[in-house]
């Protein structure tokens, strides 16, 4: 089975950085498209960012020019460096992927969910 992990949250000060990784396990044939969500007490899940197979990538607002989201395809691996935090950024972040991979004896291709890290940004 297909599994995502993530690491790498934590407590951090204003103005600091973290770098989110999500590794993807399993029988996978292609990784397609990548992303990170977050959601804070009491919000909606929001998009973060995301990654093509070939690298183009789509940032919210909020986060761009302070975060940058990378993949390492042959590792199957996700990334997301954060920095100049805001308290803002405070939340639980989730990886996303659209994986192709063997499930049950089949190939098929479906979108995955990792379990989330917390990320707390405060003095």
């Known amino acids: 089975q297909v599994q995502l992990v993530e690491s790498g949250g934590g407590l951090v000060q204003p103005g600091g950085s973290l770098r989110l990784s999500c590794v993807a396990s399993g029988t996978i044939l292609a990784i397609y498209l990548g992303g990170w969500y977050r959601q804070a007490p009491g919000k909606e899940r929001e998009l973060v960012a995301t990654?093509?197979?070939?690298?183009?990538?789509n940032y919210q607002d909020s986060v761009k020019g302070r975060f940058t989201i990378s993949r390492n395809s042959a590792e199957n691996t996700l990334y997301l460096q954060m920095d100049t935090l805001k308290p803002e950024d405070t939340a639980v972040y989730f990886c996303n992927a659209d994986i192709f991979a063997k499930t049950d004896g089949d190939y098929r291709r479906e979108t995955y969910w990792g379990q989330g890290t917390q990320v707390t940004v405060s003095s």
């Open positions: 990654i093509t197979p070939g690298g183009n990538t």
